[in-house]
């Protein structure tokens, strides 16, 4: 028969990260401990909607306007040449924040 066993560990033997890590240590009235440790998800979508990788609002940026006379063929063809460079220089939406996620947990990782 395996008898559960736990070693009880002064605070000050235990290092800070760990430390850290434990949002609760608590004995149930039959004698059991219960650990609750703080919930790492939780922690990276509070990191990322306080660096505004997450945004709620959709931003439209159009102007519309109504002119007194027809665009001419020139015209035509240069706000579709724009609209084109500009849909190239597009980055995935999702690729962006991945990356500048990435770069904020480095940087609060580092020591």
């Known amino acids: 028969m395996l008898v559960p ?8 033997d235990v290092d800070k990260a760990t430390l850290d890590a434990i949002a609760e240590v608590s004995q149930q009235a039959n004698g059991a ?7 790492k998800h939780a ?12 945004t709620d609002s959709v931003q439209i940026k159009a102007v519309y306007g109504i002119r ?22 597009a980055k995935p939406v999702g690729v962006v924040a991945r990356r500048s996620l990435d ?5 609060v990782a580092r020591p």
């Open 103 to 107: 770069r904020a947990l480095s940087a």
């Open 5 to 12: 066993r736990v070693t009880i560990v002064p605070t000050e």
């Open 33 to 39: 401990l219960r650990v609750k440790m703080h919930d």
């Open 43 to 54: 922690a990276l979508v509070s990191l990322g909607k306080h660096l505004g990788l997450f």
């Open 68 to 89: 007194d006379k027809p665009m001419t063929a020139e015209e035509w063809e240069e706000a579709i040449r724009e609209a084109g460079v500009m849909r190239a220089r």
